[in-house]
């Protein structure tokens, strides 16, 4: 006899069980639903093995679900019929018609599967033919065939500068900082062990935000509102331009869906684990028609990043002041106090232009050597240590003490804020901005608010090494007459080719988007939310894409709704009332997002494949990381429309409005004690009792800084 228990485990080809979500899940869903959760299941057995009994059950079950088949199931039927021996008979051998016919269907599919797994050439084309002969489709909950738009990238062609920069209106580093740009590793500001300097002084004591002129620096010029920006989008003829700011956040996404991003691939990714904010929420954008362009008709968007669940914190608003102190000399710096009479001169913002297939893409460009390869330019990146960080929704940092004083260490080391950067995504969302940029790296300046520590030049090949490397596809030998054999810059090359193979994905699937919008609310601006996520059972990622249409004074609201409470450092608010108005604001943006959700939510997955060789093949590796440069390199994707409601799109953003309050102090700051315990196993006090250890060592250090050695080259 067939068992007829529901199956609650597929055994996967390591031998381990993958649970089924729809059959453990308790909570009521259709028959449709459950039918289509078994389909699915089955649809992908190229990633299991599955026993003939197990698969047999799983087609009751599937049946059970679906109802009686139109040729009539004997044994579904049979349970409401008084049972003769006659109909017990045929029951029987029915049954063992039906057990014979399926095994040798789960024998010739594993077959065909297995030899898949060995020579790499299996597509899940093959088990959806097999599925299709029983009647498995994909769509059976809507009963019908749901679009999908499919295409081959190879991200050949360049990404092209499309304007002539002015060196000369690009700032350039003081205080002799500019010695970091050509010696790796970490300077430290001070050697700890002789307090002797290495950079000028006048670096060890920070300006406070409140001394601090904001007004003499240039603003933020949001991309919706970038006119200049707007009309070279039209002279070049792209549909789409957007800023570094804006686009990083899609394009980590992207790095997950690519990479099929696995921390428990070693060899893959090598580095600390992305935790935190970087791996829990979506990229939020807000897609904006700008009018048409005149030469080729097509309607101009602007792709800018959400900003609806934002506020200002003291260390974003520090980052501007800093960067002014490290690329101003000492002097003129002091043009830019709250008390100088003297107004320092305008810094206008100098950008760079570059193009890629349909986006126009604008930078900032923070600095500029003309030692440097390529056009001299560099990110400046000021980096406050861990101690701020996870305490940075505090108006009151300035009083943090922590330090950092060594190399290596889990505290109170560089090496700790190195992994940190890492493990936050910070350092690949830099990675991403100077290349978006066409920079050569990042110069990263550690502090905490009060003091600089060190300094440090990251190039761009550095950051690629870190998260494009692949160790396993390291060549066992090298053939010395053949640079391209060597995997020095192999990782760059990945890199490269894989932010333009996303710029290809991303730019059809707004296109798909736009369309789609077009025929059921007309051209309308919208909201963007992307998430790779991967599927319980399934070894490949893929990418939740949800779009819902918003009116031109929804975006306005949007985007103006941090200004309508009082959250920012700036506000004289006590801490209770600081978190009560990021409590209304998260609770108001919830209700927003709820509300403008029941437009509709326009819901899509894109999965993903690489090809290699001249046939295009795919491999059995989840990671698709070529052997060399010239190996031929594509990547296959496919969009696909599918009905969902707004549950998950709303959960995505409830994420970030959480962020709101996560790290905001309810009550006053205690100071930390000067006797007694900390307990350890809190991160809070953890970091308070190195803030108060911070301020001993610098009591400590006083009589050596007094004297102020500064290290000059003996003659």
Not at 555 to 584: C, G, H, M, W, Y
Request: charged share 25%.
């Amino acid at each position: 006899m067939l068992n007829r228990r529901p199956l609650v485990s597929l055994r996967n080809c390591g031998g381990s069980w993958t649970p089924l979500r729809a059959i453990r899940c308790k909570v009521t869903a259709s028959k449709h639903e459950k039918a289509e959760d078994l389909s699915d299941a089955l649809r992908h057995t190229s990633k299991l093995r599955v026993t003939n009994k197990e698969f047999a059950t799983l087609v009751a079950d599937l049946d059970n679900f679906k109802g009686p088949s139109k040729s009539g199931d004997v044994a579904a039927s049979s349970q409401n019929t008084k049972a003769t021996p006659k109909h017990k008979s045929y029951k029987r051998s029915s049954l063992r018609q039906r057990d014979t016919q399926e095994t040798s269907l789960r024998r010739k599919t594993n077959e065909r599967l297995l030899k898949g797994f060995s020579d790499g050439k299996h597509t899940d084309r093959e088990a959806d033919d097999t599925h299709e002969r029983l009647g498995w489709t994909a769509d059976r909950k809507s009963g019908a065939k749901q679009k999908s738009v499919r295409g081959i990238t190879a991200g050949n062609s360049p990404v092209v500068q499309s304007n002539t920069l002015d060196n000369s209106t690009i700032p350039r580093l003081q205080h002799n900082l500019d010695r970091a740009l050509f010696s790796p590793g970490v300077h430290f500001l001070q050697d700890p062990r002789t307090r002797v300097y290495n950079f000028t002084p006048y670096l060890k004591s920070i300006i406070k935000h409140t001394d601090f002129n904001f007004e003499a620096i240039g603003s933020f010029v949001n991309v919706s509102k970038d006119a200049t920006l707007l009309q070279a989008a039209n002279e070049h003829g792209k549909q789409f331009y957007s800023s570094t700011s804006s686009m990083t956040s899609a394009l980590i996404q992207f790095y997950y869906l690519l990479n099929n991003y696995d921390p428990a691939s070693s060899d893959r990714f090598p580095f600390p684990k992305f935790t935190g904010a970087s791996a829990r929420l979506p990229a939020s954008l807000i897609i904006q028609p700008k009018g048409k362009n005149h030469e080729n008709g097509q309607t101009v968007y602007a792709v800018e990043s959400d900003k609806s669940a934002d506020t200002e914190i003291l260390l974003s608003a520090m980052g501007h002041c800093l960067e002014a102190l490290l690329t101003t000399e000492e002097k003129q710096f002091e043009q830019y106090k709250v008390s100088s009479p003297e107004t320092p001169p305008p810094t206008p913002n100098t950008y760079n232009y570059a193009t890629y297939g349909d986006f126009l893409m604008r930078s900032q460009l923070d600095c500029y050597d003309e030692r440097l390869p390529g056009n001299g330019t560099f990110d400046l990146k000021t980096r406050a240590v861990c101690a701020i960080r996870y305490d940075s929704g505090n108006p009151h940092l300035e009083n943090n003490q922590y330090q950092i004083w060594k190399l290596n260490g889990q505290f109170e080391s560089f090496e700790r804020e190195y992994n940190d950067l890492i493990r936050t995504g910070a350092l690949l969302k830099y990675g991403f901005q100077a290349r978006i940029g066409q920079m050569d790296g990042i110069y990263v300046a550690y502090h905490n608010i009060n003091s600089f520590f060190g300094f440090q030049y990251i190039p761009l090949d550095e950051i690629d090494r870190v998260f494009y490397s692949y160790d396993k596809g390291a060549p066992k030998s090298i053939n010395v007459k053949k640079l391209e054999d060597l995997h020095d810059d192999l990782p760059s090359f990945v890199a490269d080719t894989q932010f333009k193979m996303s710029l290809d994905v991303w730019t059809n699937m707004l296109k798909t988007i736009i369309d789609d919008l077009k025929a059921e609310h007309g051209e309308t601006a919208f909201r963007l939310v992307l998430k790779t996520m991967r599927r319980v059972g399934y070894s490949r990622h893929r990418m939740h894409v949800m779009a819902v249409p918003l009116s031109s004074e929804q975006v306005s609201t949007l985007q103006a709704f941090p200004k309508s409470f009082k959250t920012s450092f700036r506000e004289d608010i006590d801490p209770q009332e600081r978190f009560a108005n990021l409590q209304d604001h998260s609770s108001k943006l919830d209700a927003f997002n709820e509300d403008t959700a029941k437009a509709g939510v326009l819901s899509y997955y894109v999965y993903v494949e690489n090809l290699f060789g001249s046939n295009k093949s795919s491999i059995k590796d989840p990671h698709g990381y070529p052997r060399h440069k010239s190996q031929p390199w594509s990547l296959s994707y496919t969009i696909k429309r599918v009905e969902r409601g707004s549950g998950r799109y709303l959960e995505l953003l409830r994420e970030a409005t959480k962020l709101l309050t996560n790290n905001e102090p309810q009550h006053a700051p205690e100071p930390p004690e000067e006797e007694g315990e900390i307990n350890i196993e809190d991160p809070a006090d953890l970091m308070k009792a190195y803030s108060a250890i911070g301020a001993a060592r610098a009591t400590r250090w006083e009589p050596k800084d007094e004297a102020r050695v500064v290290y000059k080259p003996k003659q």
